[in-house]
Every structure is written in structure tokens, then in C-alpha cells.
């Protein structure tokens, strides 16, 4: 019997020390030395993989602070962007309008490419000291520039000056009072006259302002007041019929009587 036992206990230390951890399921020296490297290889991995975004992160951003690269770049130039000889802030007169449409214009711009005009600008219409209306460029010639623009008929008579790639655009214009634009839309909804009205933000119009329609005469009819305003237009409802709505027209917002 204690031969036995002594042959089980020399057999158990011929066995290896890996075999043994496998046995009993723990880990040997030799094991935790190698889990030991793979933490080190993963540190290594982490902190590779972290200097690799800062790498990315810094040609976004650009130089870090104190670098010999650290000088301000300014942003693409006019050139760049619209190619040689293009300008900015080029202020002309509008030199001719036509209707083409309901409350459109089409527009001549005493400005072309000899002066500075290239394809892809925009500008605006001046209003005081905002804006009008804005537009985009529809074609160019040497000396003339056309575009399309959104306003009340009844407003034809402010364009006169633009705008054409302006480095900063002004506020919407400020109310005024007396403000005519013409009706563009009418229709029934629930037993009242909805009008669509072509004043808007750009033009000076303002949510809760008062406003009528003009009668025979020049005389106030059909009072309202704008339940909405967007840049272009201004919503109201009124209580006369679509018939009779029809029969004037235009409006005045912000009356001064």
C-alpha cells in the first residue's frame, strides 16, 4: 500500500508543470508569463492606434500649437474658388426688369465678366440697408449679368441696385409702413377666404401686423392679420367671400391709417 502511494506521488511529479495546470485548471508561470507579453503586445497595439488618429485628427485640424508649422492659412481664395479675375462684394445697378411670371422678374446687372462676374455666384437685391431678395445667376456676358428674382409686383420699383458675391449678406429688411404686395393665392377653408399675399421677411412683413386689402378707391377692405410669415409670403384669412376678394387684389400691410 505504501509502495502505492509512492509510485502515484512519483508519477505525479513526472508529470510537466503545463500538464498539471491543464489538469487542475490553473494557470502555470509559464502561462501567466505569456498572458503577461499579450498585455504588453495589446498596450503596444492601443498606443499605436492612438497616435495613428492623432496623426489624423492633426492634418484636419492642422498644426499643433508651438509646431514650426503653427502660421494661420487663410481660406480658398476667389480664385480658387471661381477662377482667375473673380471679384467680391460687386455692387451694380440693375439696369432693366421684365415680368416673366407671376410676381418674377427677370433682371439685368449693369456687371459681367470684364468685371469680376463668374458662374456659381449669388447675390441680392439692396433694400435700404438689408436686402430684398436674393438670386442666384442665370447667365453671363461680358459686360451684363441676368438673373430671375421673387418679388410683389407692386415692390418692381425697388430694384435698382444688387449685389454679386457678397462676403456678408444683410439682415432681413426692417417694416415699413404702407407695404403693398399683391394677392397670389385664395382659397376657401373652413368657411373663411385664405389669401397668400407676396410680402414676406425679406420685404419687411412681420407676424401680428395689421393689413386690408384695397377697395374701389383706394378705400380699406377686408382687414386681417398674417397668421403666418416666411421670407417670400404672408398667410391670412379674411372674411369676405373668394368672389368678392377677387375683385381687389392688392394688399397693404403695416397701414399707417
Known amino acids: ?24 485548471g490553473r494557470s502555470s508561470l509559464t502561462q501567466r508569463h505569456v498572458a503577461r507579453m499579450n498585455d504588453q503586445d495589446r498596450a503596444a497595439d492601443h498606443a499605436q492606434r492612438d497616435a495613428a488618429w492623432r496623426n489624423i485628427i492633426q492634418r484636419k485640424d492642422g498644426p499643433a500649437k508651438g509646431s514650426s508649422h503653427d502660421e494661420p492659412t487663410a481660406g480658398p481664395s476667389e480664385d480658387d474658388r ?13 439696369v432693366h426688369r421684365s415680368l416673366v411670371g407671376a410676381n418674377r422678374f427677370q433682371i439685368m446687372i449693369g456687371l459681367g465678366y470684364k468685371q469680376g462676374v ?25 459686360a451684363t449679368t441676368f438673373a430671375v428674382v421673387t418679388v410683389a409686383e407692386q415692390e418692381a420699383d425697388k430694384l435698382r441696385q444688387a449685389v454679386i458675391n457678397p462676403s456678408t449678406r444683410p439682415g432681413l429688411a426692417a417694416p415699413r409702413k404702407d407695404m403693398r404686395g399683391r394677392v397670389v393665392s385664395i382659397s376657401l377653408e373652413h368657411e373663411r377666404t385664405r389669401i397668400v399675399i407676396g410680402l414676406g421677411e425679406r420685404h419687411g412683413a412681420r407676424w401680428g401686423m395689421k393689413g386690408h386689402l384695397i377697395g374701389s378707391g383706394g ?4 382687414p386681417f392679420e398674417p397668421t403666418s410669415v416666411d421670407l417670400d409670403t404672408a398667410v391670412a384669412y379674411v372674411e369676405e367671400p373668394p368672389d368678392y376678394v377677387r375683385n381687389y387684389m392688392t394688399a397693404v400691410l403695416n397701414p399707417s391709417h
Not at 471661381?82 to 440693375?94: N, Q, V
Not at 378705400?219 to 377686408?222: D, Q
Request: aromatic share 6%.
Open 1 to 24: 500500500m505504501a509502495h502505492s502511494f509512492r509510485h502515484a506521488h512519483d508519477h505525479r511529479e513526472d508529470l510537466d508543470a503545463t500538464s498539471t495546470a491543464r489538469a487542475v
Open 82 to 94: 471661381y477662377g482667375a479675375g473673380a471679384g467680391t462684394d460687386l455692387h451694380g445697378r440693375i
Open 118 to 142: 463668374r458662374p456659381n455666384m449669388s447675390g441680392y437685391v439692396v433694400a435700404g440697408d438689408g436686402m430684398l431678395c436674393e438670386f442666384e445667376l442665370k447667365e453671363i456676358r461680358e
Open 219 to 222: 378705400r380699406p377692405v377686408a
